[in-house]
């Protein structure tokens, strides 16, 4: 069993955490700069198999996403279950989670997953139906996020959600056009989960009526609402600042 990824950040963040987990590289035949030839030659040191292919090919493999020249093959990586979430929870102080709630577009859920990991998020969150796959478009927007923040995917969100706040004394913080207080009203420094909707439908009923608090970013221009994983961004770092 083998899964693919591409792009010139996510092979290299794989060769530097995992480099056992390569089975085979591909490359674009006749492609020299500067940025892939350090990657070829930090993958061939490490003994794994690399092959030139045309760009149809590699296209076709990526389904037409950017792939930058270079696809590899490689063993999966550990998938978390969802009763992982106890013990990463109860290793932490002060627990530092990120809950996607209808997030469907996996260019969204890499850019979540990278900020998640500059952040320091000990675990994204997300539903097992209603949410984007962890695939090689993910995993290529995360730049290497994807290997090192665990994703845990859950049955019942409004359960896990429960289980944190009565086990665990997290505070779930929802975000919403609508609340009455915005982020910087919020006070973000203890043991938090910080719940993000999908794009114009925002949180399901349930997921919402299970936080603690709703809070909004305020919005200074014409536009009403932002992606998903930028407003992710800002919140996020928002909590870095007052927990620091």
Same mark, same amino acid.
């Given at each position: ?8 950040? %996510?092979?290299?963040?794989? &060769? ?10 591909? *490359? ?11 990657? *070829? ?29 270079? *696809?590899? !093959? ?11 979430? +106890? ?6 102080? @002060? ?19 990278? +900020?998640?990991? %500059?952040?320091?998020?000990? %675990? ?13 478009? %993910?995993?290529?927007?995360? =730049? ?6 665990? &994703? ?6 409004? !359960? ?11 505070? *779930?913080?929802? #975000? ?5 207080? #915005?982020?910087?009203?919020?006070? &973000? ?15 399901? @009923? ?7 608090? &709703? ?9 009403? +609402?932002?992606?998903? +994983?930028?407003? #992710?961004?800002? =919140? ?6 007052? !927990?620091?």
């Amino acid at each position: 069993m083998s899964e693919t990824i591409y792009g010139i950040h %996510a092979v290299q963040a794989l &060769l530097e955490r995992a480099p056992e987990r390569f089975l085979q590289v591909f *490359i674009l035949k006749g492609r020299e700069d500067k940025r892939l030839m350090p990657l *070829i030659q930090a993958l061939e040191a490490q003994g794994v198999a690399i092959q030139a292919a045309n760009r149809q090919w590699l296209d076709e493999k990526a389904e037409g996403a950017v792939h930058q020249g270079i *696809i590899a !093959r490689v063993k999966p990586g550990r998938q978390y279950q969802e009763n992982d979430l +106890s013990d990463l929870v109860a290793a932490q102080a @002060r627990p530092f989670l990120l809950i996607l709630d209808g997030v469907t577009d996996p260019h969204n859920l890499g850019a979540c997953l990278r +900020s998640a990991d %500059a952040a320091g998020v000990h %675990a994204v969150i997300v539903p097992r139906d209603r949410s984007a796959q962890l695939n090689a478009t %993910a995993k290529k927007v995360a =730049c290497g996020a994807a290997e090192t923040v665990p &994703l845990i995917r859950v049955t019942n969100l409004a !359960r896990t959600m429960r289980l944190l706040q009565e086990e665990y004394n997290v505070w *779930i913080v929802g #975000t919403a056009g609508e609340a009455d207080h #915005t982020l910087f009203q919020s006070k &973000l420094d203890g043991p938090l989960a910080l719940v993000m909707g999908a794009e114009g439908e925002g949180m399901r @009923r349930l997921t919402r009526e299970r936080c603690d608090e &709703l809070i909004s970013i305020p919005m200074a221009g014409s536009v009403s +609402s932002l992606n998903v +994983s930028v407003a #992710t961004g800002i =919140c996020l770092f928002e909590a870095v600042r007052q !927990r620091a």
